[in-house]
């Protein structure tokens, strides 16, 4: 479990850098930011996967499919969603409309897949989720009273990123659900080699979207500056940053959690992405977290560690918590 936890630790640090590339480049475009990343995750992949070429010669024509649609629903929505809500109403709000993913994914989870996992029982996932919850809850609000104070809450774009970001977490439900699936379907494959498979099977889909903006950019009469834009040098090294942090190390990590940990569980364990994008993004405003979000902060992680220990959360078999 410990070992498990730790994968997830590291995963979520990395994640966490995704809420950076907003706000270091807002004069991007979403849609660009979200293609160029899986571009460079995909090059990245190129080298990877040819010294991992035995393993990936071992995957079937399913398997492949099924790294193609994780890649498109957990990689290019995703994050065109994210960013451009980021984009549009500023940090904060996307970052703890997704930090609602641990209780999202634990709730899917602990129904979906009770056979195969066996069920946590509510009345002890209950506590961690909880104040997990709360946790989220008084960040937003911290935030919002900031926004506010500051005149800069334009509501508008605040609701259409709100809907944005929770569409990203409706992708980001389904995405560590079926790759949780296919894990433990294929307990004898490496971990790694599944992470670099996402990254080849993304790499066609970033490519089309990069040229459709292209085309697109060109015949919109856009001003916008194709194809590395205004900054190309920060651009170009956000994106292979971010591409090989949080895409690939990232996934590698959160593959080797899976395949330790219940998916109720690991599911919870997302909130380490939901601090590390807190944490950078106060580094980025340069500015100290108010009590409200300090406490917010520390709600979230008492219920990782209720999770983790003090609440005892070991999966039963199905039938002993059928009355649950």
């Known amino acids: 479990m410990w070992i498990g936890t730790l994968f997830a630790l590291v995963a979520g640090l990395v994640w966490g850098l995704v809420f950076v590339a907003p706000v270091l480049?807002?004069?991007?475009?979403?849609?660009?930011?979200?293609?160029?990343?899986?571009?460079?995750?995909?090059?990245?992949?190129?080298?990877?996967?040819?010294?991992?070429?035995?393993?990936?010669?071992?995957?079937?024509?399913?398997?492949?499919?099924?790294a193609l649609k994780l890649a498109l629903v957990?990689?290019?929505?995703?994050?065109?969603?994210?960013?451009?809500?980021?984009?549009?109403?500023?940090?904060?709000?996307?970052?703890?409309?997704?930090?609602?993913?641990?209780?999202?994914?634990?709730?899917?989870?602990?129904?979906?897949?009770?056979?195969?996992?066996?069920?946590?029982?509510?009345?002890?996932?209950?506590?961690?989720?909880?104040?997990?919850?709360?946790?989220?809850?008084?960040?937003?609000?911290?935030?919002?009273?900031?926004?506010?104070?500051?005149?800069?809450?334009?509501?508008?774009?605040?609701?259409?990123?709100?809907?944005?970001?929770?569409?990203?977490?409706?992708?980001?439900?389904?995405?560590?659900?079926?790759?949780?699936?296919?894990l433990r379907a294929h307990p004898d494959r490496n971990p790694r080699t599944w992470a670099t498979a996402q990254g080849l099977a993304t790499l066609p889909l970033a490519l089309v979207g990069y040229a459709g903006f292209w085309l697109w950019n060109a015949a919109s009469g856009s001003a916008f500056a194709m194809p590395f834009g205004p900054r190309a040098q920060a651009f170009v090294g956000i994106m292979f940053a971010i591409g090989l942090l949080a895409s690939w190390v990232g996934t590698l990590c959160w593959n080797e959690a899976s395949q330790r940990l219940p998916t109720a569980l690991v599911g919870q364990l997302i909130v380490f992405e939901t601090l590390a994008a807190l944490a950078y993004a106060l580094m980025l405003r340069g500015t100290a977290p108010d009590p409200g979000t300090l406490v917010g902060a520390g709600l979230l992680v008492a219920g990782v560690l209720w999770a983790l220990q003090g609440g005892g959360l070991r999966p039963e078999p199905e039938g002993v918590q059928g009355h649950a």
């Open 74 to 182: 957990g990689n290019v929505v995703y994050y065109c969603c994210l960013a451009s809500a980021i984009q549009l109403a500023g940090g904060p709000l996307p970052t703890v409309i997704i930090g609602t993913l641990p209780v999202v994914i634990a709730l899917c989870s602990n129904r979906r897949n009770a056979r195969r996992d066996g069920r946590l029982p509510w009345q002890r996932l209950g506590p961690s989720l909880l104040l997990i919850l709360a946790g989220i809850g008084l960040v937003n609000r911290a935030e919002l009273a900031l926004l506010t104070e500051r005149g800069q809450l334009d509501l508008a774009n605040y609701a259409l990123g709100a809907v944005l970001a929770v569409f990203g977490v409706a992708c980001w439900t389904w995405y560590p659900l079926r790759n949780a699936d296919w």
């Open 25 to 66: 480049l807002p004069e991007y475009p979403a849609a660009l930011l979200s293609f160029a990343r899986y571009l460079a995750f995909g090059l990245i992949a190129l080298p990877l996967g040819w010294l991992d070429r035995t393993n990936l010669r071992q995957l079937t024509a399913a398997d492949w499919k099924d």
